[in-house]
């Protein structure tokens, strides 16, 4: 990449603190923002397994106001986010702190978009859409999967047009992320399981991707998948393994950093409208595509196939690139058996009927995802049916 002219891009934004209790330093840290005032975001489930409680006594030892806001829910919506945001006007918070999964973290981030920069978070959909630095926001991941504590991205739900869609920007990465495994250890396992299987496709899927890869986002993705490969059995096992947990946490967030830059591809294309119709959770939509979607790209990438299956089986190293590409999607498969997820659309309850359905949907988000293949409709349809 060096010899010929050119230019890569990585772009470098807030701080990172991990370790087995660090969020017991939360206040702490918050405080040299120097605010007096916060708003802490959660959804009811997480507030319910108590993992916020030492969080906000951290927050409240280090003299800081705490309001709570615990009704954000999955795929949350242009109302919340702009429900949020009036309250922090209200308060007059002057940083967001959001405890949870991608839900909590993306309702937190994209309030403090709306509470600078003013309207709706509906007025900054696309990418590069507001101008102004959002309250600070404090991500405390609870799940290791999206990445959220890091990304550029906003998943938001627009409940008037039915759509998921997406707020993008550098800026919308949290000011401050903790990463403790010590919170992990309340998460069910079929939640660890497809949530980390949707860190493995950020991973891979911008790693093979063909917009925004370069070396940097490649050492990453490659670092994530290892991580992946070598922890998530053993943490879906046992969510009390913070060893396990901790490199989970890292591997999701490498994922989110490269796909901030080199976005995601053919698997998440096709995850989407299992999402929209079927209410299948993200990861585990995901998950189920991944090996049959995967394997559509395969002979477009099989450099970067092979690297990723001898990072995952390393005694792979003498063998060619063909034959170690070949073998990728099986140990994906292996890799989503022994965690426990359903392997079939049908497990699923989506309707053979219905796929045509999904693979006209697919083909309308085509242009946010690189893919090094373009699949056609009947392309996607195929992978439906091998899936089904
Ligand atoms: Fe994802």
């Known amino acids: ?52 409680e030492p969080i906000i006594k951290s927050l409240k030892k280090s003299g800081l106001h705490v309001e709570v806001f615990d009704k954000v829910h999955s795929d ?4 919340i986010m702009d429900e949020i945001a009036a309250l922090v006007k209200k308060n007059g918070a002057e940083a967001i702190v959001g405890v949870g999964g991608g839900s909590s973290l993306d309702a937190a981030k994209g309030a403090a978009i709306v509470v600078t920069n003013g309207g709706s978070i509906k007025d900054y959909i696309g990418e590069k859409k507001f101008g102004k630095n959002p309250l600070p926001v404090i991500a405390v991941p609870t799940t290791a999967g999206t990445g959220s ?17 997406t707020v993008r920007s550098p800026l919308c990465v949290p000011e401050m992320a903790f990463l403790d495994p010590g919170l992990l250890k309340g998460l069910p396992a079929h939640v660890a399981a497809s949530t980390g299987m949707d860190a493995f496709a950020h991973s891979f899927e911008s790693y093979i991707s063909t917009q925004g890869a370069w070396l940097l986002t490649e050492t990453l993705g490659l670092e994530s998948v290892r991580l992946i490969g070598k922890n998530l059995r053993n943490f879906v096992a046992d969510r009390g393994n913070l060893e396990a947990g901790g490199n989970m946490l890292v591997a999701a967030m490498l994922g989110g950093m490269c796909l901030s830059h080199a976005r995601t591809g053919i698997v998440h294309q096709m995850a989407r409208p299992l999402g929209a119709h079927y209410g299948i959770p993200h990861g585990l939509a995901n998950a189920i595509m991944l090996a049959y979607a995967m394997e559509f790209c395969v002979e477009a990438s099989i450099n970067k196939f092979a690297r ?19 073998k990728t999607t099986d140990m994906v498969r292996r890799l989503t058996k022994d965690i426990g997820l359903p392997q079939k659309l049908r497990d699923l309850g989506v309707k053979e009927e219905d796929l045509d359905t999904l693979a006209d949907d697919a083909m309308q988000g085509k242009t946010i995802f690189e893919n090094p293949c373009r699949g056609t409709k009947t392309d996607l349809l195929k992978i439906y049916r091998e899936a089904y």
Request: glycine share 10%.
């Open 308 to 326: 990723v299956a001898r990072i995952m089986e390393p005694n792979l190293e003498g063998s060619s690139d063909i034959e170690a590409a070949g």
């Open 1 to 52: 990449m060096w010899e010929k002219k050119g230019s890569y891009y990585f772009h470098v934004r807030g701080n990172v603190m991990a370790g087995n209790g660090v969020t017991d330093n939360v206040g702490e840290e918050v405080k040299k923002l120097a605010v007096q005032k916060v708003i802490l975001v959660s959804d009811q489930g997480v507030m319910k397994s108590g993992v916020c």
């Open 76 to 79: 949350p919506s242009v109302r």
């Open 149 to 165: 504590e890091v990304t550029w991205h906003i998943s938001v739900h627009d409940e008037e047009e039915h759509k998921k869609v």
